[in-house]
């Protein structure tokens, strides 16, 4: 069975740009997550999908948003980048809602 | 306010010792406990988990314990090996369908 796959793997972008990262659960899984790790902070959540609905979400501003599509596959945006978004993020999925995750490899952003 | 913490950054372990990764949690709500392992440039993978109805948990050469009453958690790594060199991740749920919040993490280095 494929694991989560995440594209694009490496993103450089500039402030004020926007960006939209791409995540495919493993086969089966309806849940999908989202994290982002920078240095020292660990994994902060972003939000949780779950058959096509936002179940949970972290404390992010409005800039970050997602979705989830019908075949589970899901996607995360990012309106006028700051600096400080730089971090890999990482993309979770799970059977069901909040059960064992399994990751992707992330998205590395670099934002100049 | 960071619910779970690990409060050492990192850890150095002679191989062929016991590695012992600690972590706190002040939420008394959280029932399901996590550990994950990261390598460099990869997504966490999930090593072993404990239900708050337990105390012990065993997988091989990983054990993690529950105190529940010190809201503590700790993942015992016997023998440690080279490859275990990697970020430990602990992480809390509360009720069934909530999100997964992860500590900063622990980076453990084996020494030869």
């Known amino acids: 069975k494929a694991g989560v796959t995440q594209t694009p793997r490496y993103l450089i972008k500039t402030r004020g740009q926007q960006v939209t990262l791409s995540c495919s659960p493993i086969s089966g899984h309806r849940s999908v997550s989202w994290y982002q790790q920078t240095p020292g902070q660990g994994l902060q959540f972003l939000f949780e999908?779950?058959?096509?609905?936002?179940?949970n979400k972290g404390n992010f501003p409005g800039r970050f948003s997602g979705r989830q599509f019908s075949n589970s596959r899901s996607e995360m945006n990012v309106s006028t980048l700051e600096l400080g978004d730089s971090a890999l993020y990482l993309c979770a999925s799970s059977l069901a809602s909040a059960s064992t995750q399994y990751f992707g490899p992330g998205t590395r952003l670099l934002v100049l | 306010d960071q619910q779970v913490k690990q409060n050492s950054p990192s850890l150095s372990v002679q191989e062929g010792r016991i590695s012992i990764l600690n972590c706190d949690y002040t939420n008394s709500m959280f029932d399901y406990f996590l550990w994950y392992k990261k390598y460099p440039a990869e997504g966490p993978t999930f090593l072993i988990s404990i239900s708050s109805i337990k105390d012990k948990n065993e997988d091989g050469r990983f054990t993690v314990f529950l105190n529940k009453s010190a809201k503590h958690l700790s993942l015992h790594i016997v023998p440690s090996q080279p490859g275990d060199s990697a970020v430990y991740f602990c992480?809390?749920?509360?009720?069934?369908?909530?999100?997964?919040?992860f500590g900063k993490g622990t980076r453990l280095h084996i020494l030869p």
């Open positions: 992480a809390a749920r509360g009720r069934r369908d909530d999100k997964i919040i």
């Open positions: 999908y779950f058959s096509e609905t936002q179940r």
